[in-house]
DNA sequence: AGTTCCCGCCAAACG
DNA sequence: CGTTTGGCGGGAACT
């Protein structure tokens, strides 16, 4: 009997169908992907990424998107780990725009990288912490106390279930799945992969991973509306993976002339602790990828004509001053990180991983040491296109 | 049949 | 105690 209904809000603009026990069904049978995060997520961000907004209100958002309390938690707790929002108080946000993701990255690259140094560098050169100025940005919220923050390391006994609550939150998990992109040479992943890596140490149950995975699925969604990531294909096998596209293909102001001054502008972007040289937009996957071993891919084709759009056309909602960008934006960044311009995916699934639950950091490790070694061998064969 | 992932129950966390 | 947050996983929409 215990019927516990959340009850929805409606009359708003966007109020979804609702659903409607009985009768009616006069409407629209029920669309699963207009209640999307990712639609949902636009949504929020065409909403309040506008001069004037400077905090967000739960409740607001909630009913002037037309969903439930619970999904703005998702949305909101994601969109603090890049760094647009920022928790104020009970019910209430501050907006720091997306001027504020660079830095947000920044940090979290940085992070990343000090929790696992490995690397095994041939010279391993352990960039000392010099660098002056450190982060600007504050420590991000997110970080909780001590304790080792997102991978929890391997750890025999189990990780005294006291704070776990915080460690499995969605907004830790979005931090550690970006850095996964940020901080090893790999680019493209699939879910699957990712939630193994994250999943730390414990038992592998499968159950945990469904989970782990479902999340997954959530963060993506977002991070691709944000156009953080986008969903491709393992070259090879046909695996769906996200490729991260960083700051590619968004505007980094929303406002040409930011009132006032934008404080938060200290460092240029010379931001990358990887050397190599910048990264020429996106490598299409298409079909080119093979996962030979000599495969001197340096002619890469710039057809990239895979694009077939689908830009999400809602009935009659459009983004604000960001999301699609399908044209090339004048004052785009150049990169905020040299990536590699090989793909490493096709080594990828030669190296097929069947890590389970051991070391995740041998892994990471094996990640980079492979890319290494074919890097290498391709460099000395060919040019490839590494201009500074 | 497998993948994607929305919904909302219900328990921590926080007044 | 009531609220606010937000794990978590069933199971339905979507390949």
Known sequence: MAENLMKIELGSPFAYPAASTESGSKDIPYCRKQKSLGLLC????????????????????????????????????????????????????????????????EALKKAGFREHGSAADTSCSEKVSDDEEDDMSDMNSLSQKSDSTSVPKYAGAATKAGDNRKEKSLGLLTQNFVKLFLCSNMDMISLDDAAKLLLGDGKHTSMTTRTKVRRLYDIANVLSSMKFIEKTHHPETRKPAFRWLGLNGKPQNGVPNSM??????????????????????????????????????????????????????????????????????????????????????????????????????????????????????VAENSPVQLMS
């Not at 759009?309 to 044209?327: D, L, Q, W």
């Not at 699934?349 to 490790?365: E, I, V």
């Open 42 to 105: 636009s949504n929020f961000l065409s909403l309040y990424n506008r001069e004037g907004i400077e905090t967000v209100g739960l409740d607001d958002a909630a009913s002037k998107l037309g969903v439930e309390r619970r999904r703005i938690y998702d949305i909101v707790n994601v969109l603090e780990s890049v760094g647009i929002l920022s928790r104020k108080a009970k019910n209430r946000y501050t907006w720091k725009g997306f001027g504020a993701i660079p830095d947000a990255l």
């Open 260 to 377: 006032s001054l934008t404080e938060s502008n200290k460092r240029a972007f010379g931001t990358d602790l990887t050397n190599v040289a910048a990264k020429r937009f996106k490598v299409d996957e298409d079909a080119n990828h093979i996962l030979k071993p000599h495969n001197p891919n340096r002619v890469k084709h710039e057809t990239e004509s895979e694009d077939e759009r689908t830009r999400m056309t809602v009935k009659g909602y459009h983004y604000g001053p960001f999301a699609p960008s399908n044209a090339p934006k004048v004052g785009v960044i150049h990169d905020e990180r040299g990536k590699q311009v090989i793909d490493w995916e096709s080594l990828a699934s030669a190296y097929r991983p069947q890590y389970q639950n051991q070391a995740l950091k041998d892994l990471f490790s094996h990640y980079v040491e492979a890319w290494k070694s074919w890097y290498s061998e």
